[in-house]
Structures are given as structure tokens and as C-alpha cells.
């Protein structure tokens, strides 16, 4: 299959990768030539712009920051793609980015018999590196069935969540509660701490309890308690606070568009945008843990 792949950061680089080594024809593209030789060294073609990548393309995928990226990559009114796309090409946005821009890209495609899904991640760089991604696809049945082989390069759990911009509302739910998981399994850990408790003795028999989580069971915010994981490596790797800060971002103005109520979803948010502003935006969101000790606890 000949695959176009626009968007070689952290995550589209270990992507596109995964396909070459699948034995797919890619071509890829990013402003940065720096992304563009790594992706030379695994085997990929290199195209000088965006348009010539896709060219006689069967599916483009693009991997970018946010929405503004991803609306002009396919509708700027001078280099959009869809200038350039053929009405046989299935497009796979796997950005994270608002449902909104999702359905705005989709629909103007789709006016043009373009395919289009949103496919956003869950997995982190790691997932991408050793193609053990989630996609979560919002798009026709027939366009998710078309993707799906193609995401399976990539990905070990791919998942149909509904029509063109659920993948987008699908992911930002999921991590909305994550991010409540993580500051209520923070909170209550820190209290056992505070009177006297062993956090590994809490936390094993939370996890025997009703309060059992994911984030008590893999990836535990308290240092020491769990090997292997970002808190005992000081709050290295893993999954950015900056990162969850946009998701979280994303998700409550999905909830303000539907009128939902999401009070702890905002209360995450409150707390996220402070341990970020506190210099913490780079390291890995379990650290949200620290917000809770005797020092920062008053900036709460
Ligand atoms: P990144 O900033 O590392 O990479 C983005 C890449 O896009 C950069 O190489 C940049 O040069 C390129 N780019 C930007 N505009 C472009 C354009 N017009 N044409 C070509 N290339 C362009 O970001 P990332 O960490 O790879 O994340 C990509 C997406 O995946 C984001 O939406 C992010 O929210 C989401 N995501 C990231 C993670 C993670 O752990 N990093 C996990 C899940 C989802």
C-alpha cells in the first residue's frame, strides 16, 4: 500500500517507522528535516512538501499538534490537501485535536467523495514505539474497516467509537477520568502519608478495595511504591503534564459545547494548569502527587 505520513515528532516518527517495517511503500513529510532524515535512515521516502507526499497516495496519515495544524494541512484555501487528494485516498487524522475541527475537516472532504476518520492515540510514545497503540476511529463503518489494517501496524487495539470526530470525544473522556483518577489516588495517598501510613501498605490495600484503579495498579503517582513507573524515576517519561493540560483543555470545551456538566473534569483542569505553571509542564502527570505535599499544598 502506498502510504503518505505527515507529522514525524515524537509520536509520527516511531509511526511511520512501524509501517515502513510492515513493508509499506511511505513517503512522508514534516517541516522539521531533522524528523525527515531519521525517517530516510529507516527506509521511508522523503517528499519537499506536504502535496508531493500525497501524491497517488492510497491513505494519508497525519500525526500533528492541534487543530489549527491539522484544518490547514487539508483546507488552507491555497495548499490545502484536498486540493491535491484523490477521491480514491482514505485520510487517518491521528492528532489529538477538538471534535469540531474533526467534523469541519471531514465534512468538507467528504464533499469531495474524500474518506476521512479521526483516529487519535492512546499509548504514548512508548505504545508507538513498539506499535502496541490504542486508536480510538470516529468515521463510517466501511472507512473504519478500510483503516483498520493499516492502524493494526501500528497499533494492537483498534477501536470503531462511532461517526467522523467520536474518536476525538472518545479519547478526551478517557483521559479526562484518568486525570481525575490520578489527583483522587494523589489526594488520598498523600492523607494515608499524612497520618502515619505506608503509601506501598495503602496502596495494596486500596487495590483489595473499592478504591482499585488504573492508576493504583500500574502506574502509581507516589514514589517508590511501583518499579518501573515515572514517579520512581523521578517523574521522568511517561505521559507530559503539558500534554494532559491540552487534553483536558479540549475536553472541557467539548463539555461547555454540550452543555454537559464535567465539575470534576474542571477541577482536574484547575489543578493540572497549577502544577504546570509551577515549572512541572514537562515532566510526566503522575507528578500532580507533589501538589498534595505539606509544600504546595496551600497553592491548592
Ligand atoms: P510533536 O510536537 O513531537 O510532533 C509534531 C510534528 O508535527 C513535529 O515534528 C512538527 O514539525 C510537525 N508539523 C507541524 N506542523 C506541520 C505541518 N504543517 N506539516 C508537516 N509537519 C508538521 O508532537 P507529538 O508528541 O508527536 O504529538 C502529536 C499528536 O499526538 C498531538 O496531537 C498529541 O496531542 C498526540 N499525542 C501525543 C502523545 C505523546 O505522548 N506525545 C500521546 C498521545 C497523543
Same mark, same amino acid.
Given at each position: 500500500m502506498k502510504i503518505a505520513f505527515i507529522g514525524l515528532g515524537n509520536m509520527g516518527g516511531p509511526m511511520a517507522t512501524n509501517l515502513v517495517n510492515s513493508g509499506h511503500n511511505v513517503t512522508v513529510y514534516d517541516l522539521s528535516q531533522d524528523a525527515m532524515n531519521q525517517l530516510k535512515l529507516a527506509g521511508a521516502r522523503l517528499a519537499t512538501s506536504a502535496s508531493q507526499a500525497v501524491e497517488n497516495a492510497d491513505v494519508v496519515i497525519s500525526m500533528l499538534p492541534a487543530g489549527h495544524h491539522v484544518e490547514s494541512l487539508y483546507?488552507?484555501?491555497?495548499?490545502?490537501?484536498i486540493h491535491s487528494l484523490s477521491s480514491k485516498t482514505l485520510v487517518i487524522d491521528s492528532s489529538t485535536i477538538d471534535s469540531a475541527t474533526a467534523v469541519k475537516v471531514g465534512k468538507a472532504l467528504a464533499l469531495e467523495s474524500i474518506s476521512f476518520v479521526d483516529a487519535p492515540v492512546s499509548g504514548g510514545v512508548g505504545g508507538a514505539k513498539a506499535g502496541t497503540l490504542t486508536f480510538i476511529v470516529g468515521g463510517e463503518k466501511q472507512h473504519f474497516l478500510t483503516a483498520k489494517p493499516v492502524l493494526e501496524n501500528m497499533g494492537k487495539n483498534i477501536f470503531h467509537?462511532?461517526? %467522523?470526530g467520536a474518536g476525538q470525544v472518545a479519547k478526551i473522556c478517557n483521559n479526562m477520568l484518568l486525570s481525575v483518577l490520578m489527583a483522587g489516588t494523589s489526594e488520598a495517598l498523600q492523607m494515608a502519608i499524612d497520618n502515619g501510613l505506608d503509601p506501598k501498605v495503602m496502596s495494596d490495600i486500596m487495590l483489595q478495595s473499592s478504591g482499585r484503579n488504573w492508576t493504583l495498579e500500574? !502506574? /502509581?503517582?507516589?514514589?517508590? %511504591?511501583?518499579?518501573? %513507573?515515572p514517579s520512581s524515576n /523521578? !517523574?521522568?517519561?511517561?505521559?507530559m503534564v503539558d500534554l494532559m493540560r491540552k487534553d483536558l483543555n479540549l475536553a472541557i470545551e467539548t463539555a461547555e459545547n454540550t452543555h454537559s456538566a464535567t465539575p470534576m473534569g474542571k477541577l482536574a483542569q484547575t489543578l493540572y494548569e497549577k502544577h504546570g505553571e509551577s515549572g512541572n509542564g514537562q515532566r510526566d502527570f503522575s507528578s500532580v502527587f507533589e501538589l498534595f505535599n505539606s509544600t504546595n499544598r496551600l497553592k491548592i
Open positions: 483546507l488552507d484555501p491555497q495548499n490545502g490537501l467509537a462511532g461517526e %467522523v500500574l !502506574y /502509581n503517582p507516589c514514589p517508590g %511504591v511501583l518499579e518501573g %513507573v /523521578n !517523574y521522568q517519561g511517561g505521559f
